[in-house]
C-alpha cells in the first residue's frame, strides 16, 4: 500500500489504463463468445416481452450465428433442454423425438425424447420483430430481390428505429428496384414524423400507395384531434383518392373472381357434359372420379417429396389415366348393362359413388390428406399497388383454358371425335354406318372420367383433399351442364363462366348463403322457359 | 403338429363359446356412439378410439365395481334421425349403462328425447353453443363462455382489436355462437358498424370475394380480427385464401374455435401460421399427465403421427367422472350416477381439476394458441383458473334470467328466476 502511494499518480493511471486495455485485447473475442451464449440463454425467456428483449440484444451482437439463431426462432425450432436449460435447435424425427443441435456452438447433440426439450414459443408480434431483426441484418443480401424483400419485412415491422438504417443504405445502394423500395418503406415511417413538412410530403406521396399500412396510417390521421387541419385535410385527400382507386381495381377484382370460380364449374363439369351428353348417363359418381384424380395427386407428391414443384405436372396425365381407367371399369362392370335406363342408371351410380367414398376411407383414412401447394402456385401477382391476383387462380383459368381447347380439338379434329359426335347425334344411324359404339362408349366414359381426374387435380390446390371432396360439386356440375344445354362443350364453357360470374356478382350485396340460393332460382327459371338449355341440341335426335 | 393344430381349434371354439357368456353375465356395458362412416368421420373415429382406449385401460388396473368393462360400438354414419335410432338400440337393446358420443349440435339434439324417455345417461365432448341443459346429459366440452367469450377478450385486450369480423359456416352453432358473441361486443361498447357478420355455405371453398371483403374492412387503421365459426372441411381452402392475398396472421388475426390438431393434420399448415385457436386442451400443454396421456394414445393406436385433441380430453375427463361416479355410488344405475357425479372432480390433462357442476357443465381452463409450421400450437395465453361451464348465456336476452340447477331442491335444467318457473326439459 505505502509503495503505491510512494508512486506519482499519473503512473498509477497510466497502468491501470494499459492493463484494462491489454484484457480487453485479449479476451475480446472470449467475451463477445461469452456474450452470446448469455444472450441466447436469455431468449428462454417467460413472457414474450423479455424474449423481445432478448432478440432485439442479440442482433446487436455481430456473430457468425446471430441470424441462424433467429431465423431457427422464426421457424419455431428453437428448443431448450428441461434439465440444463442449453439452448438447442431441434429437428423432428420420423417416429417421434428430435435431433438436437446446440444453438451456441453448432455442436451435434444426438436425439431426445418429447420430454426432454420445451419449446421457445413465440407470438405474433414477436414474429414480426424477429422478421424485421432479420431483414436488417440481411440488408447487405448480394441479391437485389432478397434486399427488396427484406426491406418490405422492415416497412412490416414498423420500427421507428429502422427508418435511419433505411436511410443509411440508400446511399449505398445502386439497384433501381431497391432504391425504389426504400423510397416507398420511409414514406410510410415519414407519415409518423414529427416534422409537420416532412409529414405533409408523406401524406401527399403516399396517395399512390395502396397498402393496408398506408391506408391504416392515413386514416388514423384522418381522425388525430391533436394534428393541425392541414394535416388532416391532406390525409382525408389521400385517402379519397385511394378509395376511388381502391373501387375501380375492386371492380377489376370480382370480373376476375367471377371468371376463376367460372374456370373451376367448366373443369369439374366437363367431364360430365361429355358423359352425360354423348350417353346419356346421369353419373352419380362424377364428384368421386374428381376426388380420385386429388388423391392421385396426393400419391404422386408421396413419391416425389422432393419435387413438389414438379409433382402437379406428373400428377396431371397421372391422373387422367387413374380416373379413366376407373371410369372404364365402371362403364364395362355396370352402366353397359343399363343403357336406356336413367333411373336405374341414376341409382346405380350413385351406389358407386357411395362405395367409392368408403373405399378411400377405408385406403386413406377418413382424415383429410395433405396436398402441398408448389412455391409457384403460392401468393399473387401484383399487377399495381392495391390490385394482386393469385397465383393458383391464374394457373388454374389457364389450365382450364387449355383442358378445354385440347377437347375441342379431340372433338373436332380426330376420328374418336367424329365418331363420338355421330354417336351423340344419332346412335342408331352411325351404327348402322359401320361405327361400333360399344367401343365409343369405353373412350368416351373413360374421356370424361379422366378429364374429371384433371379438375381433381386443379381442385386439390384450392380445397381439402378427403373423401368428401367430389359430393360438393356434383350439384355444380350438373346444374353447369342442364344450363349450358346437353352435349354441348360451348354450352358448357359459357354456362360455366357465367354462372361464376353471376355468383361473384351476387355475393358481395346478398352474402354467400343467399348468391348461390339466387343462382339455383335463376337456373330453375331458366329452365322453365328453356327445358334444352342455352344451347340446345339440333336434329332429329334431339326430339326423341 | 396335428395334434397342435387340434388343440388350438378346441382351445378357440372354447373361448367363443365361453366369452360371450363371461361377457354377458358380468359386464358393464359403455355405449360409444360415434359416426364412422360419412362426412363426420373425419372427426368422431378418434373419439371411438379415445373410449375404446380408456376402456382398456379401466379394465387392465382392474375393471369398475368388481366387474369388467364391454364397449358396444355402433356407427351412426352422419346421419342425423339414424344417432335416434342407434341410442335407442344402445339403451333398449344392448343395455348399455352409459354412452359417450355425438359432435354435431343436430346430432345431439337428435337423440336427446331418446336419452329422457329411456333415462341414459350421455357425455357429449365437443364445445357447443350452450342454451341447453338436460338431466341426462353431461356436457364435458365448452360451453361459449369457456371458449368464444374469453378468445374475444383476449383479442381485445392482447391484440387491441377494434374491429370484428364473426364469420361462420351456416348452421345452429356459429349462427347462436355469433348472436351471443355479437350481443356481448356491443355490452362492451362496440359499434354495430364495425361488427360485419358473414355466413356460408358448408365446405365453401371459393372464398376470393369474402377475403377480399375482409381486407377492405380491415383496412381502415383500426386494428380487425376474425372469429371463425367456420366448419372443418371450408377453413383450409378460407385460410389458404387469406395466405395468397397476402393477408398474415399479423394484420387480420383469425381466432377459430373448431380448428385442432387433428384438422390440422390433414392440410399444408404454411399459410396458417400465427392465426389463433382458443380450446381448453392443446397437445402442447406442458404437464406430466398431458405426456402420459400422449404416450398411452400413441401406443394404443399404434402410430407415432397420430395427435390428440380438444375432443379427446374432453371424453378422457368424462370417462374418468363417470367412473368416480359409479363408485361413490356404488351402481352404474342411473339415476344414482346423475346424483352422484355432480361434485366429482377429476384431474384434467393441462395439469388443472375438472368438477362437474350442478348444471351439468364442467370446470376449465381457456387456452389460446397460436397455428405452428408443424400443426401444433403455441400456448401464448391462458386462464389463470378455471371457468364454470355457463349454460344459459347472460348476453341473450332470451336466456338472461334462465339457471340450471340439477341438484334439489331446484333439480331442473331451465329454472326462470324472474317467474320462478322451471319450463321442462324440452327447453327451446
Redesign the interface.
Known amino acids: 500500500m505505502i509503495a503505491f502511494h510512494a508512486r506519482p499518480l499519473w503512473l498509477t493511471i497510466w497502468f491501470a489504463v494499459v492493463i484494462v486495455a491489454a484484457g480487453v485485447l485479449s479476451t475480446s473475442a472470449a467475451a463477445a463468445e461469452v456474450d452470446f451464449g448469455a444472450v441466447v440463454k436469455s431468449l428462454n425467456a417467460r413472457s414474450f416481452d423479455n424474449k423481445h428483449t432478448a432478440a432485439v440484444s442479440l442482433a446487436e451482437i455481430d456473430h457468425p450465428r446471430t441470424v441462424l439463431v433467429l431465423q431457427t426462432m422464426l421457424d419455431g425450432k428453437l428448443y431448450v433442454r428441461r434439465r440444463s436449460e442449453q439452448v438447442v435447435f431441434a429437428d423432428k424425427l420420423n417416429g417421434g423425438g428430435f435431433h438436437l443441435i446446440d444453438a451456441v456452438s453448432g455442436d451435434d447433440l444426438g436425439s431426445a425424447g418429447r420430454r426432454d426439450v420445451k419449446k421457445i414459443g413465440v407470438n405474433n408480434q414477436l414474429r414480426k420483430a424477429l422478421r424485421g431483426l432479420i431483414a436488417a441484418l440481411s440488408l447487405g443480401d448480394p441479391d437485389p430481390s432478397a434486399r427488396v424483400d427484406a426491406i418490405k419485412a422492415i416497412t412490416q415491422s414498423a420500427d421507428p428505429a429502422m427508418r435511419d438504417i433505411l436511410q443509411r443504405h440508400l446511399e449505398g445502394e445502386t439497384d433501381t428496384d431497391v432504391v425504389a423500395a426504400v423510397q416507398t418503406a420511409i414514406v410510410v415511417f415519414d407519415l409518423d414524423a414529427d416534422d409537420p413538412d416532412v409529414r405533409l410530403d408523406a401524406i401527399d406521396t403516399a396517395s399512390s400507395n395502396l397498402s393496408a399500412q398506408v391506408r391504416e396510417k392515413l386514416t388514423a390521421i384522418a381522425r388525430d384531434d391533436t394534428v393541425t387541419p392541414a394535416l388532416r385535410d391532406a390525409a382525408v385527400l389521400s385517402l379519397d383518392r385511394i378509395e376511388t382507386r381502391v373501387n375501380q381495381y375492386q371492380l377489376v377484382e370480382t370480373l376476375f373472381f367471377g371468371l376463376s370460380l367460372g374456370s373451376i364449374l367448366v373443369l369439374a363439369a366437363i367431364g360430365l357434359s361429355i358423359t352425360f351428353g354423348v350417353m346419356g348417363v346421369i353419373n352419380m359418381a362424377h364428384g368421386e372420379l374428381i376426388m380420385i384424380g386429388a388423391y392421385t395427386t396426393y400419391v404422386v407428391q408421396l413419391l416425389m417429396p422432393n419435387a413438389i414443384g414438379w409433382s402437379l405436372l406428373v400428377a396431371v396425365p397421372a391422373a387422367f389415366l387413374v380416373s379413366a381407367a376407373v371410369g372404364i371399369l365402371i362403364e364395362r362392370s355396370v352402366i353397359r348393362f343399363l343403357y336406356g335406363r336413367p333411373l336405374e342408371t341414376l341409382l346405380a351410380t350413385f351406389g358407386i359413388s357411395l362405395i367409392l367414398q368408403q373405399a378411400v376411407r377405408s385406403i386413406f383414412s377418413p382424415l383429410n390428406r395433405s396436398v402441398l401447394t408448389p412455391e409457384w402456385m403460392s401468393g399473387s401477382l401484383e399487377i399495381t399497388s392495391g390490385l394482386a391476383i393469385t397465383y393458383n387462380r391464374l394457373y388454374i383459368l389457364l389450365f382450364a383454358g387449355i383442358v378445354f381447347l385440347l377437347l375441342q380439338l379431340v372433338l373436332q379434329r380426330t376420328r374418336l371425335g367424329l365418331e363420338v359426335r355421330a354417336v351423340t347425334q344419332n346412335r342408331a344411324m352411325a351404327r348402322a354406318m359401320g361405327i361400333r359404339s360399344t367401343r365409343v362408349d369405353i373412350l368416351t366414359f373413360g374421356l370424361g372420367a379422366g378429364i374429371a381426374g384433371v379438375a381433381g387435380v386443379a381442385l386439390s390446390q384450392l380445397t381439402n383433399v378427403g373423401p368428401n371432396l367430389g359430393q360438393g360439386y356434383l350439384v355444380d356440375s350438373f346444374m353447369v351442364v342442364v344450363f349450358g344445354g346437353v352435349g354441348n362443350l360451348w354450352g358448357t364453357l359459357v354456362a360455366g363462366l357465367s354462372l361464376g360470374m353471376v355468383n361473384k356478382i351476387l355475393e358481395p350485396a346478398a352474402g354467400a348463403v343467399v348468391a348461390k340460393i339466387l343462382v339455383l332460382v335463376f337456373i330453375i327459371l331458366f329452365i322453365q322457359k328453356r327445358p334444352r338449355g342455352l344451347f340446345p341440341q339440333k336434329g332429329r335426335a334431339a326430339d326423341n | 403338429m396335428n395334434l397342435k393344430r387340434y388343440s388350438a381349434t378346441l382351445l378357440s371354439v372354447a373361448t367363443l363359446i365361453l366369452t360371450p357368456v363371461a361377457l354377458g353375465a358380468d359386464t358393464i356395458k359403455v355405449g360409444v356412439l360415434h359416426s364412422l362412416?360419412g362426412?363426420m368421420?373425419?372427426s368422431e373415429?378418434t373419439l371411438k378410439d379415445t373410449i375404446l382406449m380408456m376402456v382398456d385401460e379401466q379394465n387392465k388396473a382392474g375393471g369398475l365395481l368388481g366387474k369388467q368393462l364391454e364397449a358396444v360400438v355402433v356407427d351412426p354414419a352422419s346421419n342425423w334421425p339414424l344417432f335416434a335410432e342407434k341410442a335407442r338400440e344402445l339403451i333398449s337393446k344392448k343395455k348399455v349403462d352409459v354412452v359417450f358420443g355425438c359432435w354435431t349440435s343436430v346430432s345431439r339434439k337428435s337423440v336427446l328425447p331418446v336419452f329422457e324417455e329411456l333415462n341414459g345417461l350421455l357425455f357429449y365432448p365437443v364445445q357447443y353453443e350452450g342454451e341447453e341443459s338436460s338431466k341426462n346429459v353431461f356436457y364435458t366440452g365448452a360451453a361459449p363462455n369457456q371458449q368464444a367469450i374469453p378468445a374475444v377478450d383476449y383479442l381485445m385486450d392482447e391484440?387491441g382489436a377494434k374491429r370484428w369480423i364473426l364469420a361462420g359456416t351456416?348452421y345452429v352453432y356459429p349462427r347462436t355462437t355469433n348472436k351471443i358473441l355479437e350481443a356481448y361486443l356491443r355490452s362492451k361498447g362496440v359499434k354495430s358498424k364495425d361488427i360485419m357478420i358473414?355466413?356460408?355455405?358448408f365446405?365453401?371453398?371459393?372464398w376470393?370475394?369474402?377475403v377480399?371483403?375482409i381486407?377492405?374492412f380491415?383496412?381502415?387503421?383500426?386494428k380487425t380480427a376474425v372469429v371463425s365459426t367456420i366448419n372443418g372441411?371450408a377453413n383450409?381452402?378460407f385460410y389458404?385464401?387469406l395466405?395468397?392475398?397476402?393477408i398474415s396472421?399479423?394484420?387480420i388475426?383469425v381466432m377459430a374455435f373448431s380448428v385442432g390438431e387433428?384438422?390440422l393434420?390433414?392440410?399444408?399448415t404454411?399459410?396458417l401460421v400465427?392465426h389463433l385457436a382458443a380450446w381448453n386442451y392443446f397437445m402442447?400443454v406442458?404437464a406430466d399427465i398431458n405426456?402420459d396421456f400422449?404416450d398411452q394414445w400413441?401406443k394404443f393406436i399404434d402410430d407415432?403421427d397420430r395427435v390428440t385433441n380438444d375432443p379427446m380430453e374432453a371424453h378422457y375427463i368424462g370417462f374418468k367422472m363417470w367412473v368416480e361416479a359409479v363408485k361413490k355410488a356404488g351402481s352404474t344405475d342411473p339415476t344414482a350416477v346423475q346424483d352422484a357425479i355432480v361434485g366429482i372432480s377429476v384431474p384434467n390433462l393441462s395439469g388443472g381439476i375438472a368438477t362437474m357442476m350442478p348444471n351439468h357443465h364442467i370446470t376449465k381452463p381457456v387456452l389460446i394458441g397460436?397455428i405452428?409450421?408443424?400443426g401444433q400450437f403455441?400456448?401464448?395465453w391462458q386462464t389463470r383458473g378455471t371457468v364454470v361451464g355457463d349454460a344459459w348465456s347472460d348476453f341473450l336476452p332470451g336466456s338472461r334470467d334462465i339457471t340450471a340447477d340439477w341438484m334439489p331442491p331446484l333439480g331442473c335444467g331451465n329454472y326462470n328466476i324472474k317467474t320462478g318457473k322451471c319450463s321442462g326439459q324440452n327447453y327451446e
Open positions: 362412416s362426412t368421420a373425419i373415429t391484440i351456416d358473414n355466413y356460408t355455405p365446405g365453401h371453398s371459393d376470393q370475394s369474402i377480399s371483403d381486407k377492405k380491415g383496412s381502415t387503421g383500426m372441411d383450409v381452402p389458404k385464401e395466405g395468397n392475398q397476402g396472421a399479423e394484420d388475426p387433428e384438422e393434420s390433414g392440410i399444408d404454411g399459410p400465427g402442447s406442458d405426456q400422449i400413441l407415432s397460436e405452428q409450421d408443424d403455441d400456448i401464448v
